[in-house]
T-cell receptor
């Protein structure tokens, strides 16, 4: 749903470990979801997307899971690397609307 | 992939002046353009949506007379922050969306503009 200006939660993992970043969305009419990575001072970078007719989608080292029953989205990053350190946002698109609404975001830190 | 050019990447202006930010699509025609604002350690907040040739639609709480959006062509959108004040200091990001091939159903983001009002 709409972010209301909350400060970012953080997640720290050891390099090489897997990480899971979670996102709750509020609008049951949302039918398209995207995960973005944002590095400091830069715009969001597309990671992976999923439509509401799917519950899982895999990319290179990343997997997105969608649970429409509880309106929950997760991003799994396998074998994390230092370059994965960034802020990760989920975004939802409501069916029939053009705009993309961003979730709260999570700061991921990879420890060497 | 699609390329969006946003500039300036950063700007410092005096309180009371206006600042224009440009967002340009380099390799596709953008049907719709979005403008977001992001305060430190916060998420992206949608400010407005504009379709080429029509007036922008502003989100609740965003002053349309203060944040002027022009979407005169399918490749260029501008955001002008008028009579800027220190509280307008933020990171502004544009996003382009196109239904037309080769980029159907996709959002592409600019690199952002850091605005500091002193």
């Amino acid at each position: 749903g709409e972010s209301v200006g909350l400060h970012l939660p953080t997640l720290s993992v050891q390099e090489g470990d897997n990480s899971i970043i979670n996102c709750a969305y509020s609008n049951s009419a949302s039918d398209y979801f995207i995960w973005y990575k944002q590095e400091s001072g830069k715009g969001p970078q597309f990671i992976i997307d999923i439509r509401s007719n799917m519950d899982k989608r895999q990319g290179q080292r990343v997997t997105v899971l969608l649970n429409k029953t509880v309106k929950h989205l997760s991003l799994q990053i396998a074998a994390t690397q230092p370059g994965d350190s960034a802020v990760y946002f989920c975004a939802e698109n409501i069916e029939g609307a053009q705009k993309l609404v961003f979730g709260q975001g999570t700061r991921l830190t990879i420890n060497p | 992939g699609a390329v969006v050019s946003q500039h300036p990447s950063w700007v410092i202006c005096k309180s009371g002046t206006s600042v224009k930010i440009e967002c340009r699509s380099l390799d596709f025609q953008a049907t719709t353009m979005f403008w977001y604002r992001q305060f430190p350690k916060q998420s992206l907040m949608l400010m407005a949506t504009s379709n080429e040739g029509s007036k922008a639609t502003y989100e609740q709480g965003v002053e349309k007379d203060k944040f002027l959006i022009n979407h005169a062509s399918l490749t260029l959108s501008t955001l002008t922050v008028t009579s800027a004040h220190p509280e307008d200091s933020s990171f502004y990001i544009c996003s382009l969306w196109s239904r037309a091939p080769p980029r159907s159903w996709g959002y592409t983001f600019g690199s952002g503009t850091r605005l500091t009002v002193v």
